[in-house]
């Protein structure tokens, strides 16, 4: 028997074990026992970092889509596979069953079919959080189509360049989207963007909020009476173990953005091996992850992972301040979630209202926590250990990328002790190693490097779409042999991991490496502080000096601004030490940040690097405003 389901602390220390020495039987064990294959493979791994060329399973045959929903019909039909919880609360909430998604992704499958999509067709999905973006997903998933799902906050120009990258044939959207009290015209910015794209010939269209729209004869067609005419029988696609199940775009440092192309049964099995154990999923729990699927989170943690496991999966609509900041938490009480995944910068948006919203709802279903994004700083990670999980709930702090598809580091609930602002232990699997600035491994406890990953596991990106050299250079260049993250990491005493932020972000002040994640942290202690974002520049001493741009809880509040700086500092010396004191604080009324919430500190340091010229691609800027409010009152 494999151990598909890790119980206790002892057994995750054997079973890593065991997936380090013998990775290819682990690995084996757990595809053999979980997994519907319609042909088993010829050999379970093969690599060579050197190219690089990753291939898990070859040789086996499979539709990831058998595994997400045809096997759990004869046990789980009426099971609520999606639970879609919708914008307006006074909406009814849907439940899909897995016998009704089996019908729905079959008709849609059809209908792509009609529409002369066929295996390897690349499709490019721009929906928002409603039923038909897992749907369209899984169809396309079904006949063999690459989706490429683009997040329906992207800019018309965001998307065409997508499109354009991957030469899709096809776009799936929708008339518009709620958000929260707003509607946004999806359409006209997909009509916006296929200006620039020749390779689209039909644009599939599903009604959401009956907005008047502009139909393109020819070109754009209603969804609905598609679907009522399509057959609900579709036999899945045979695809082979390393065929490219889809591209999701992720931005690079520098350039276009990277399409990074995820295979299909390497991807499916540690997605749903992450699920169970990361989530101690259990039968009949209800999940909920907040992601949007227009992002990996999304696709592994709503989608993939959780139909894998025949899981419940809850897909909202709106957004985490609609119609109030305790919207989550009457989501929680009303379908009685027990897994619940956010980001840190929710839960910061979120502790900032005061706990007066989450007390009016009962959240005793809850039984773990999860965190992913970027690191969680202490003040979030009690916050929400304290009110959401009221100290009996683990937080799994997730540590992973799109790049790798799945969770990497992170602990598992009720096995790893957690520790704040720690992601703890690799998972089975993962053979993490950090390294210093010579190239060296860092072997041993309490070190400090960048982290790379040595050794494949089954869900990693196998290229760059059209791009196979940048891949090589971004991830296996930096390291020889070795998967660079780019991401900086401690190790503790213990060999618990802490990711200290992306390595970019990394400043040395005065020959001292200074990771901006931990001074953050500090800072954001300071009761006055929302958050914060450090940057370098350059110093005649120092080589670097720190910069700080701090947005404060109270904007109208006549502080003295020259006191509160000597706190900040002061925070920062206490906690990790006078090397670490900014040179120049700037209170400002926002952080520029990407629409999936990470600050935008390419800008940032522009901006104290005095290099307004030009600030490179803004496109994925939520708050373009606040850019100008901050060049202002730079210092
Ligand atoms: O810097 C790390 C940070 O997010 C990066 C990956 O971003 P993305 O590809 O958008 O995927 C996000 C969702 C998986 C990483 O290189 N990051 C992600 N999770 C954590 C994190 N940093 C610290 N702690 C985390 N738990």
Redesign the pocket.
């Known amino acids: 028997m494999s151990n598909y389901h890790i119980k206790h602390l002892e057994e995750y220390y054997q079973v890593y074990r065991k997936s380090v020495r013998e990775p290819e039987n682990f690995w084996e064990e757990i595809a053999e026992e979980h997994f519907m294959w319609q042909k088993k493979w010829d050999n379970v791994l093969s690599w060579d970092f050197s190219k690089p060329e990753v291939k898990w399973f070859e040789g086996a045959q499979l539709n990831i889509t058998e595994n997400c929903i045809d096997r759990h019909l004869a046990t789980r039909g009426e099971k609520t596979a999606i639970l879609f919880e919708p914008n307006d609360p006074s909406e009814t909430a849907e439940h899909i069953t897995y016998n009704q998604l089996h019908e729905r992704v079959n008709r849609f499958a059809n209908v792509l079919k009609s529409q002369g999509i066929k295996k390897g067709d690349r499709v490019c999905i721009y929906l928002p959080m409603i039923p038909e973006l897992a749907i369209s997903v899984l169809a396309c998933a079904r006949i063999g189509a690459i989706h490429s799902v683009v997040f329906a906050g992207f800019s018309a120009t965001a998307l065409s360049t997508r499109i354009n990258d991957s030469d899709c044939k096809i776009v799936i959207t929708s008339d518009g989207s709620y958000r929260g009290a707003k509607t946004i015209d999806l359409k006209g910015i997909v009509d916006e963007a296929l200006e620039s794209c020749d390779g689209v010939k039909t644009v599939l269209v599903a009604k959401r909020i009956n907005s008047d729209i502009h139909m393109k004869s020819g070109r754009d067609k209603w969804l609905q009476p598609l679907l009522e005419n399509a057959s609900a029988a579709c036999k899945a696609e045979v695809m082979n173990a390393e065929d490219p199940l889809f591209i999701l775009y992720?931005s690079g440092s520098t350039g276009k953005p990277k399409g990074m192309v995820h295979s299909t049964a390497g991807y499916m099995v540690h997605t749903a091996y992450t699920f169970k154990n990361v989530f101690q999923y259990r039968e009949n729990d209800v999940f909920w992850c907040t992601a949007d699927i227009g992002?990996?989170?999304g696709h592994s943690y709503i989608v993939y992972g959780p139909l894998a496991n025949g899981a419940t999966t809850v897909m909202f609509e709106g957004v985490p301040s609609y119609p109030d900041f305790g919207r989550f938490w009457q989501i929680i009480e009303k379908h009685k979630v027990n897994q619940f995944y956010t980001a840190p910068t929710a839960i910061r948006a979120l502790a900032k209202q005061g706990v007066e919203l989450v007390e009016n709802h009962d959240l005793s279903s809850l039984k773990v926590l999860g965190?992913?994004?970027?690191?969680?700083n202490e003040e979030a990670w009690h916050w929400y250990n304290d009110n959401i999980g009221k100290k009996k709930s683990p937080i799994v702090?997730?540590?992973?990328?799109?790049?790798t598809g799945g969770i990497m580091i992170t602990p598992i609930p009720f096995v790893t002790p957690t520790k704040p602002t720690y992601?703890t232990l690799p998972f089975i699997g993962i053979q993490p190693a950090l390294m210093d600035e010579n190239g060296k491994e860092l072997k041993g406890n309490q070190v400090d490097g960048r982290l790379c990953i040595k050794f494949p596991w089954p869900s990693m990106a196998r290229t760059i779409w059209g791009n196979h050299q940048r891949y090589k250079d971004t991830y296996f260049s930096a390291y020889e042999n070795k998967y660079f993250?780019?991401?900086g990491a401690l190790r503790d005493e213990v060999g618990y991991y802490r990711?200290t932020?992306?390595v970019d972000d990394v400043i040395i002040v005065s020959g001292h490496n200074l990771g901006t994640a931990p001074i953050e942290d500090a800072i954001n202690e300071h009761p006055a502080v929302i958050e914060s974002a450090i940057v370098g520049f350059p110093h005649d001493v120092k080589g670097s000096a720190l910069y700080g741009y701090v947005t404060l809880k109270d904007t109208g509040e006549s502080r003295d601004q020259n006191n509160l700086r000597k706190e900040i500092n002061q925070i920062i010396t206490e906690h990790i030490g006078p090397i670490a004191k900014l040179d120049k604080i700037q209170f400002t009324s926002g952080l520029p940040k990407t629409r999936?919430g990470?600050i935008m500190r390419r800008i940032l340091r522009k901006i104290a690097h005095k290099d307004t010229g030009n600030l490179g691609d803004t496109s994925t800027l939520l708050n373009p405003e606040v850019v100008q409010d901050i060049m202002d009152n730079v210092l």
Request: proline share 4%.
């Open positions: 992720t992002w990996i989170t965190s992913v994004g970027e690191p969680i702090d997730t540590w992973w990328q799109t790049e992601a993250t780019g991401d990711i932020g992306r999936s990470k």
